[in-house]
């Protein structure tokens, strides 16, 4: 009977009416007693309304009734990434991740909270695993640049920045990111052909011109660095 009423409940939350499935899961709970997918549909619905501290403990009560899949780690994650704990919802994005190696949202949400709290071997972990993975998204090799920078891996940055502008060849931050670590590998005029390319789409990006201004200065161009 706890199936079909999950089942029921899957459905009308398909359609997105939350307040009938939670209304739904919740009956069902009190008549058949605890079941993990059930509960997750109350704390899913709890979830979507920024509840995070009920979501939670509908999340815990899952776990304890045997649920324990990539998504509902997944969830515990957002709920705690919603009340302000990046470090722990990072723990929860790396068990639905060990739960299922291809959970995209785990591996990008996972990466940029572990840079997000300094964690630099993390997100240098999660990022490499998703590009591992094949996942597309065109941030991962960006946030790889910054993890490796942060571990003074200096010319593996350079390789994942790279990817990061082929891959996003308009994107300001992946330039930037090029540009500091060509700088890093004392690779300067390369490093000062992407600072261009930086100010080429945002002339007003202050580090960027600070950066050009530095390059000019170190290589004698006395004139063009200092009217950067």
């Not at 050009?212 to 004139?223: C, D, T």
């Amino acid at each position: 009977m706890a199936v079909v009423a999950f089942r029921k409940g899957c459905a009308v939350t398909d359609t997105g009416d939350l307040a009938r499935a939670e209304a739904l899961a919740l009956a069902c709970l009190d008549t058949l007693g605890e079941d993990p997918q059930l509960r997750g549909i109350v704390g899913a619905v709890r979830l979507s309304r920024e509840e995070a501290r009920l979501a939670l403990a509908d999340f815990q009560m899952a776990l304890k009734w045997g649920g324990g899949d990539a998504d509902l780690h997944y969830a515990m994650g957002v709920a705690r990434q919603q009340m302000g704990n990046l470090s722990e919802a990072a723990v929860c994005w790396r068990r639905a991740i060990a739960c299922n190696p291809d959970h995209v949202d785990a591996v990008v949400n996972g990466t940029l909270a572990a840079l997000q709290v300094g964690d630099w071997e993390n997100a240098r972990a999660m990022a490499r695993h998703g590009q591992m993975r094949g996942i597309s998204d065109s941030r991962l090799p960006l946030w790889l640049g910054h993890a490796l920078a942060k571990l003074h891996r200096e010319p593996e940055a350079v390789e994942a920045c790279r990817l990061a502008v082929e891959r996003a060849p308009d994107s300001v931050e992946a330039w930037f990111a090029l540009a500091l670590a060509l700088r890093d590998t004392r690779q300067f005029d390369a490093a000062r052909a992407a600072l261009a390319r930086v100010l080429e789409i945002d002339p007003s990006h202050a580090d960027a011109g600070f950066e050009a201004a530095q390059l000019e200065l170190m290589a004698g161009r006395w004139a063009q660095g200092f009217a950067l």
